[in-house]
């Protein structure tokens, strides 16, 4: 069995297979499989041991370059920034950890993010490498992220959200729709629309569906409760925009705002409020709920 290399820092390495090419050298590969990253970056990841081949040997800048050859990297990202924003553990035990998550922090490392990630701050907090996402929600929307702790019953909770066999509760605030019975269901299909991170409803058999039902009535909002029976990218986002409520602070539906990427003065008024399933392991009926709230409605 093929080692696994070491996580550092709360990050497991990436794993790359050198495709065929003219390169002299690993070094000359990984450049042009990486344009954003220089080379003098790459031959410093090197010297720090964080580029590795098989079984964990270092590869050093002036190692010779093999079509197939599986390596191992650490993603870095210069200077990143550290988030001022503080993560919350609301269960942990031998088997899963539900973690609160604020708004704005990604789950999984990506783009610029790197160390400052919900996994990565966990994985150093609790000393636990195996740590896995079961399911995600988007960097902009709060609350409640379940991971798998460990590997031998990792499956078991996997197969709840494959099977649709977990409850996920949300709450939103956006605009009042009084012209609506409620409680409802919307069902719609999505596909990937323009650009290519944003999703858009279109014709034909649906495949996402979404419960939904009004919390609290306010002047210019409603707190409305979001059951996705489905998973769907985006989906109660592109749901709500859809009736004619977008969540508070989106800014990317319905349409999609200027500096959308950069960090908002507003958050997603969206959060993952709780999860409620049958445990596998036990069958007892568990439930976790958020520690984190949206404000009160405002009342004309």
């Not at 990050?11 to 297979?17: I, M, P, T």
């Not at 998550?101 to 990565?120: C, N, Q, S, W």
């Not at 078991?156 to 494959?162: D, M, N, P, V």
């Amino acid at each position: 069995m093929r080692r696994r290399p070491p996580v550092v820092d709360g990050l497991a390495a990436s794993r790359l297979q050198l495709p065929p090419g003219p390169w002299p050298s690993v070094l000359d590969a990984l450049c042009a499989r990486f344009p954003g990253v220089s080379r003098e970056q790459w031959r410093d990841r090197m010297a720090r041991g964080r580029v590795l081949g098989p079984e964990g040997v270092a590869v050093r800048a002036d190692t010779p370059y093999r079509v197939g050859l599986e390596i191992s990297y650490y993603r870095e990202v210069p200077d990143e920034p550290r988030l001022a924003l503080e993560e919350g553990i609301v269960h942990l035990d031998a088997h899963v950890l539900v973690a609160d998550k604020p708004h704005g922090l990604p789950v999984t490392p990506a783009g610029t993010a790197v160390r400052e990630t919900l996994l990565a701050r966990l994985v150093r907090r609790v000393g636990n490498e195996a740590l896995i996402p079961l399911h995600r929600i988007d960097r902009d929307t709060a609350g409640l992220v379940m991971f798998s702790t460990n590997p031998e019953t990792r499956a078991a909770y996997q197969a709840l959200f494959r099977e649709q066999r977990i409850q996920k509760y949300y709450q939103a605030l956006a605009p009042p729709l009084p012209g609506l019975q409620w409680p409802r269901v919307h069902r719609s299909r999505l596909a990937r629309g323009e650009p290519f991170f944003r999703m858009h409803e279109v014709p034909g058999e649906p495949n996402s569906e979404t419960r939904m039902d009004v919390l609290e009535r306010g002047g210019q909002a409603w707190r409305y409760q979001l059951e996705p029976v489905s998973g769907r990218k985006h989906q109660l986002r592109v749901h709500m925009a859809s009736l004619g409520a977008p969540i508070l602070g989106d800014r990317l539906y319905p349409q999609l705002q200027p500096g959308h990427h950069q960090p908002a003065a507003t958050a997603l008024q969206l959060l993952a409020a709780g999860l409620a399933f049958i445990d596998p392991l036990d069958a007892t009926m568990r439930r976790f709920d958020s520690g984190l709230t949206l404000p009160a409605p405002a009342r004309d």
